[in-house]
């Protein structure tokens, strides 16, 4: 996927990136520096990779940064970076869900283009500010809803769009982990505790941090829209301030002359399931089942006939999935590979905004509107919880 070219054309060519959060220890950071790099699109040159200056500047130094261009603020990183020749020309933003809102703003409004984690903030009041600038600046805003990215995630929803499922009746999502099953976060385990804070992380905990995932996947791949939602949400660990389990039944607006119904479980409290994200779709002709932790596969059923395997890059694999893919069948791709076509959709899209030109129709990835879609999901289910399970339109 990556293009040919001389040592000097790849650099000309690489974005410029700067990273907001993602220093020492930091899970996603990691991710995302991989992700921007493996397909040799990016170049990471700037930083404020924590709020910490001290933690700041040791992360800059074992990441190779420029001194100079290791920032103690991200707003310190906006106004400078916008008045360098060579500033950076894209921010990703790797940190908690509090901090997007704000740090999205100082980029945006100097037309850097912006990279955020999902979810897109953690209040939906934010979410509707951060909409509003994304619409009025230049510059691009992507969403990282990773698991869009994999290849037979593109396969599955090139299927649907094409009518191979016929008019869709029924979407089940389900996105269970076990870590949070305990009360790690008292221990001051990091991760846990910014997520368990509703300061930090917004209204939503297991609903936010992968239900949102979850739900976008299901809609993505369906290409339908929630008109209603009726949640039940828990916080099993004793003390603990956010949802660590919820159940989500769902009602879509209608299309094809089917209002389609759907079922959302997502859980932090489910020993056994280390990331069991899945998503089935059924549909008048036929059904599709797709798993992350098997990645490769798409289990495809036509009605009436026996259940078929579709492989990555195999027989019956479409051009939606081939487009994203970087090795032959056979050969496993997974997380971060998926992760990185995110990356690499947003290089060309920024690559058609540096030349003027169109962005070829077959980019795709995740936006502003999505993220505002999921914090909607997210105020709905708290909402429909809080009055005992109770229909809620969005």
């Not at 924590?50 to 420029?66: F, N």
């Not at 269970?176 to 209204?203: H, N």
């Not at 809080?386 to 339109?393: L, S």
Request: with cysteine; net charge neutral; proline share 4%.
């Amino acid at each position: 996927m990556a293009i040919e070219g001389s040592a000097s054309e790849a650099r000309e060519r690489r974005i410029r990136l700067g990273m907001v959060g993602g220093g020492s220890g930091a899970f996603i950071g990691g991710v995302h520096r991989i992700a921007a790099r493996l397909d040799d699109q990016y170049e990471l040159v700037a930083g404020a990779l924590s709020s910490s200056p001290e933690k700041a500047e040791q992360s800059a130094r074992e990441l190779g940064l420029d001194p100079s261009r290791s920032y103690g603020s991200f707003k310190e990183m906006a106004i400078r970076e916008a008045k360098l020749k060579n500033g950076i020309e894209a921010v990703a933003i790797v940190t908690p869900n509090h901090v997007h809102y704000e740090a999205a703003k100082e980029f945006l409004k100097r037309g850097i283009h912006v990279i955020c984690d999902k979810p897109l903030t953690s209040t939906l009041s934010d979410a509707r500010k951060l909409k509003k600038l994304a619409e009025e600046s230049d510059a691009l805003f992507v969403l990282t809803h990773n698991y869009t990215g994999y290849p037979m995630v593109r396969q599955a929803r090139e299927m649907i769009a094409n009518g191979e499922l016929g008019a869709i009746r029924l979407v089940q999502m389900e996105y269970p982990q076990d870590w949070l099953t305990e009360d790690i976060e008292s221990s001051g385990q990091k991760q846990a505790a910014w997520r368990t804070d509703p300061s930090k992380s917004g209204a939503g905990g297991s609903t936010g941090d992968i239900g949102t995932h979850a739900y976008n996947l299901g809609c993505f791949v369906s290409g339908l829209e929630l008109e209603e939602l009726a949640a039940d949400l828990d916080s099993f660990v004793p003390g603990r301030r956010l949802d660590d389990n919820a159940h989500v039944m769902m009602r879509f607006r209608e299309k094809d002359g089917v209002r389609a119904k759907g079922t959302l479980w997502c859980s932090q409290v489910a020993p056994g399931h280390e990331n069991g994200l899945k998503v089935r779709v059924y549909g008048t002709k036929g059904g599709l089942e797709w798993v992350q932790a098997d990645p490769n596969y798409l289990w495809y059923t036509p009605f009436g006939e026996p259940k078929r395997l579709i492989t990555r890059n195999g027989a019956g694999s479409g051009p939606a999935a081939a487009r994203v893919s970087r090795v032959p069948s056979g050969h496993p791709e997974g997380y971060l590979e998926g992760f990185a076509n995110i990356y690499s959709e947003a290089a060309r899209a920024i690559h058609a905004k540096r030349s003027g030109t169109k962005v070829d129709p077959a980019v795709v990835y995740p936006t502003v509107d999505d993220g505002l879609k999921g914090m909607v999901f997210v105020d709905a289910c708290v909402q429909s919880s809080k009055r005992n399970g109770a229909w809620v339109k969005v």
